[in-house]
């Protein structure tokens, strides 16, 4: 298993690689590994003459100092998870230091108005933490393709533009959202819930899968009350957002058109623990 904690050994040692033009496939993760990232690491391994995974827990995109402290950090057992997988991959596991070289903080960036909606609302400065660090990311591995969960569909969106208005030569392949058993979403954050907690945050899918069937015969803004009334029975539950919007711009539905593709994006919180979810309304 190779790991490297410094950038300029992950440079050296995928430069031959990059001399012979071989395909690389990259997966960033914030560790904590679950079957979700495993899946997008498969998806790298199917479609690439090598594949690297970083396991870095980046400061600059958590508003929140307490959820940046408390956020997991299972090294070991994420490099144990990944060698079970496939030996071969490489990891890059860097410091702040590493990657910062000093200066732990954000740059700006323009998404065309993407880093406005849902999660922008709520986590200001949350994507340019985001575009920092996978810029900074795909400039040390230079991968040929990046995977990434439409778990976090905003996220996704926000680095497809990163990489258009940058002319970075990356393809961002997205990828279905991996769930578990009573279809909670997977999560690195899930690992702080109780068994019970688990057990009953169930209800966020099942909100979104009645909320699509509600789309068909209602209006955004009736399907968007319904959820807002049935969490405010969920003692258990906070709900911070419920929203209905256009798949490309990611700007709330006001009125249904048949040209445009929606997706209802949800975000909870449960005994303060933050989970989101979505799902396309097609």
Not at 39 to 52: A, F
Not at 61 to 82: G, H, M, S, W
Not at 223 to 251: C, G, H, M, P, R
């Amino acid at each position: 298993m190779t790991v490297f904690d410094k950038q300029k050994e992950v440079k050296a040692y995928l430069k031959p690689f990059l001399q012979d033009k071989k395909k690389i496939g990259f997966v960033p993760t914030m560790g904590a590994l679950h079957e979700g990232h495993l899946s997008l690491m498969n998806e790298s391994l199917k479609n690439n003459d090598y594949t690297i995974v970083s396991i870095f827990v980046n400061p600059t995109q958590f508003n929140n100092p307490d959820d940046l402290k408390k956020y997991p950090r299972t090294l070991e057992n994420d490099v144990a998870k990944i060698k079970t997988l496939n030996s071969q991959i490489i990891i890059y596991a860097p410091s702040v230091e590493d990657i910062y070289e000093g200066e732990t903080a954000s740059k700006s960036f323009d998404y065309d108005g993407l880093e406005f909606q849902m999660e922008g609302k709520h986590r200001p400065g949350h994507f340019d933490g985001v575009g920092t660090i996978v810029k900074k990311l795909f400039e040390i591995v230079n991968p040929t393709n990046a995977y990434f969960g439409e778990k976090d569909f905003q996220q996704l969106a926000i680095v497809r533009k990163l990489v258009h208005k940058n002319n970075m030569a990356v393809n961002i392949v997205g990828c279905k959202i991996f769930r578990e058993e009573n279809k909670l979403a997977m999560s690195s954050r899930n690992e702080r819930l109780s068994a019970d907690e688990r057990a009953k945050a169930t209800i966020i899918y099942k909100t979104l899968t009645e909320a699509k069937k509600l789309f068909g015969t209602k209006t955004a803004n009736e399907v968007t009350n319904w959820v807002v009334k049935k969490f405010k029975n969920q003692s258990l539950f906070e709900l911070e957002y419920f929203e209905i919007a256009d798949e490309q711009t990611l700007l709330t539905c006001k009125r249904k058109s048949k040209n445009k593709n929606y997706r209802a994006f949800i975000a909870v919180f449960v005994n303060n623990i933050r989970l989101i979810d979505n799902i396309s309304l097609k």
